[in-house]
């Protein structure tokens, strides 16, 4: 991710102190001393998120969250001491986009579902999303929030806490990458004027053109009892379905 841009003159290594792996929560957002910021991080963070969403994360620089903020690079690293923590304040930014009801459903699999439906279309907003989330970073409270409700509508599972954080990963894994996916076919067919049916079409064909080559016999089998086709929706609530199945029985059905 480009965002490790240097003003001329700033010493290597400036701007990535006090380390990558540092949790920008664990700094304070502001000095003792000095006047009042302008900018909180939820400002940098929302301008961060406006360019990638507009030009996507290679024109994304800590020059142009400057720019976009009105303020010189260098004052930039006042408020995001290393570029790892930009990264870290646009996640958590996208993670305050989640909806939670006032109260947890009765049930696990249609709570579950709804977040892996909010982490999907979130993805669909913003393509990017999953670029960023090739490796682990430091959970913000937007973020800690999502875990704490999820953890919630696992409460009554018998599954201990390593594997309902699996459960977790897996759904919210998933449906973020189908959601980039999906945003990626949809940019695919805007630029190339092809519909939803024909980019189905064109991945069907080459199935049939490996059975047809008989190289591939379990393949061929398969194509044999395909079933009707489906959508990309139907796809992503059948694999949903699928994973939370696997949790066991609803966590909150006696409640």
């Known amino acids: 991710?480009?965002?490790g841009d240097r003003e001329p003159g700033r010493a290597a290594g400036a701007g990535t102190e006090p380390g990558s792996q540092t949790s920008i929560w664990d700094l304070p957002e502001r000095?003792?001393?000095?006047?009042?910021?302008r900018h909180g991080r939820t400002a940098v963070a929302a301008a961060a998120v406006r360019i990638a969403d507009a030009e996507g994360l290679s024109a994304l620089t800590m020059r142009r969250v400057a720019g976009e903020l009105g303020m010189a690079t260098m004052s930039l690293y006042n408020y995001v001491p290393a570029k790892d923590h930009l990264t870290q304040l646009m996640i958590d930014h996208l993670a305050g986009e989640y909806a939670y009801p006032p109260e947890l459903p009765a049930d696990l699999r249609s709570g579950?579902?709804?977040l892996a439906r909010q982490a999907r279309d979130i993805a669909r907003r913003h393509p990017w999303l999953p670029e960023l989330l090739h490796r682990p970073v430091p959970p913000g409270p937007n973020g800690l929030r999502y875990l704490d409700y999820f953890l919630g509508l696992l409460a009554g599972s018998p599954l201990d806490t390593g594997?309902?954080?699996?459960v977790i990963a897996m759904i919210s894994g998933f449906a973020t990458m189908y959601g980039g996916m999906q945003a990626?076919?949809?940019s695919q067919r805007a630029g190339s004027g092809a519909s939803a049916e024909e980019q189905a079409a064109a991945q069907t064909q080459a199935f049939a053109r490996a059975a047809a080559s008989g190289r591939y016999p379990n393949l061929t089998a398969a194509l044999t009892t395909a079933g009707p086709a489906r959508g990309e929706d139907d796809i992503?609530?059948?694999?949903i379905?699928?994973?939370t199945d696997a949790v066991g029985p609803a966590a909150h059905q006696d409640r």
């Open 1 to 3: 991710m480009p965002i």
């Open 31 to 37: 000095g003792a001393r000095g006047p009042k910021p």
């Open 112 to 114: 579950a579902a709804d």
């Open 184 to 186: 990626a076919l949809a």
């Open 241 to 243: 379905q699928r994973l």
């Open 236 to 239: 992503f609530e059948s694999c």
């Open 163 to 166: 594997a309902k954080l699996e």
